[in-house]
């Protein structure tokens, strides 16, 4: 194998797969082909033909362009580029920001129907009530400026960049379009940082912008989100779009079903970070709103402490999430075991999804309905699939555009026991 690589040929690609690559097919072999839109005729040069039943390749030229086709919104991403030099981190740049979102909602419609057997019929609301939803003044700046937070590698040179697509090589840049202007302005393009790896660049809603140089050791810092403080280590995870906190809190206090929400059972926030769901939960619902957050981070638990300390009915433990859940089951009595089948349970799993071993302990301590937040589709459809096998169904699902010109999108699912 090998001997098709730096081949350059040309196809239709007709449809998008999850990761944001779109899908041809050549001699009835499938092929990936990066920086193409459904619907476009492009040349394309092999760069992977390693297995026998696809290949990749990258776009190197339109020959019949998409309406939706722009010009790429970073000029280090476009296409006169060589392929193994264009930036990576914003693979839909080229297409029109509408279009993104409509190609992100039939990559999750797809994923629902291959791994949950839930076709679009099946969906709450029916085929066409699944949108994915722009976050506020997104569409005014075309998308641009919602990062918060960036990372940026080194090459041997010392310069600032992100990797090119499926590479480890760096890519040099003088500019970060989907950074906030702070982020963008404290970015030191024409510093040098020779023998590092990585560098950190970030704007919190308090205080200043700063630089997290390497393994440089955490500092706390402080977001506010609709009038509420969190603290946090500027190394520790936090959404990165600047309106993202406050749309997934507004998301999961509405993705609750009242009727089902017990404010005296066992509620739970799983994977909860620092906090900033189970405050969502509390603040809906009163502050003596009983809710547990698990967390695998002992910092960020100790924070979450700290940030959900006004919610006398709201705590905080240290965990990890499957091995938290097997001590509960194995652990609790009956009455325990009564305000769990009364819980709400929020989830916001890494990309990877819950898995089989936690949604089946969800499915034994069957609470009354979880809301699952979920940053990639196929790993919320697999899990859906698991929670259905307990007797969940779901009765509502939104999706959000959290990271514009890119292929990635954020899912909010609540399921309940039939």
Not at 6 to 24: F, M, Q, R, S
Not at 127 to 146: H, K
Not at 286 to 314: C, F, K, P, Q, Y
Not at 363 to 381: F, H, I, K, N, T
């Amino acid at each position: 194998m090998g001997e098709h690589i730096g081949t350059e040929i040309e196809l239709t690609v007709d449809k998008i797969a999850h990761g944001g690559i779109a899908v041809g097919r050549l001699d009835g072999r499938v092929v990936f082909v990066s920086d193409a839109i459904p619907g476009e005729t492009v040349r394309a040069r092999v760069s992977d033909d390693r297995k026998k039943s696809f290949w990749r390749a990258d776009t190197v030229a339109v020959l019949e362009p998409s309406p939706h086709r722009r010009e790429h919104v970073w000029a280090a991403a476009g296409l006169d580029r060589d392929p193994r030099g264009r930036a990576g981190g914003a693979e839909f740049g080229h297409i029109a920001l509408a279009h993104q979102r409509e190609l992100k909602r039939q990559v999750l419609v797809e994923s629902l129907q291959r791994f949950a057997g839930l076709g679009p019929e099946d969906l709450p609301g029916g085929p066409t009530a699944l949108q994915v939803e722009a976050l506020p003044g997104d569409a005014a700046a075309n998308g641009l400026g919602w990062r918060t937070r960036i990372r940026l590698h080194v090459d041997a040179q010392g310069r600032l960049g992100p990797m090119a697509s499926r590479s480890h090589t760096v890519v040099p840049v003088t500019d970060a379009p989907l950074a906030t202007p702070a982020v963008q302005a404290a970015i030191p393009f024409a510093e040098r940082f020779t023998g590092l790896g990585t560098l950190d660049v970030l704007a919190p809603t308090v205080g200043e912008p700063r630089l997290v140089i390497g393994e440089q050791k955490p500092t706390v810092i402080r977001e506010v989100v609709r009038g509420r403080e969190f603290q946090l280590d500027d190394t520790g995870f936090w959404q990165v779009h600047r309106e993202a906190p406050a749309a997934l809190s507004a998301a999961v206090q509405e993705a609750i079903v009242p009727e089902l929400f017990d404010p005296r059972a066992r509620n739970l926030d799983l994977y909860g970070g620092v906090g900033l769901l189970a405050a969502a939960v509390a603040e809906r619902f009163g502050a003596s709103t009983s809710i547990t957050s698990v967390e695998a981070d002992e910092r960020a638990t100790d924070h979450a402490s700290e940030n959900l300390a006004g919610w006398v009915g709201a705590s905080a433990e240290p965990g990890r999430v499957d091995r938290w859940l097997r001590a509960l089951d194995a652990g609790a009595a009956a009455a325990e075991r009564d305000r769990l089948r009364a819980a709400t349970v929020v989830l916001d799993p890494p990309r990877a999804g819950a898995g089989t071993e936690v949604m089946q302990l969800l499915g034994r301590l069957a609470p009354a309905q979880l809301v699952y937040v979920a940053c990639d589709p196929v790993a919320l459809a697999r899990d859906a699939a698991l929670a259905a096998a307990d007797g969940y169904r779901m009765v509502s699902i939104r999706a959000f555009d959290l990271f514009p010109h890119t292929h990635h999108l954020e899912a909010v699912a609540t399921f309940v026991r039939d």
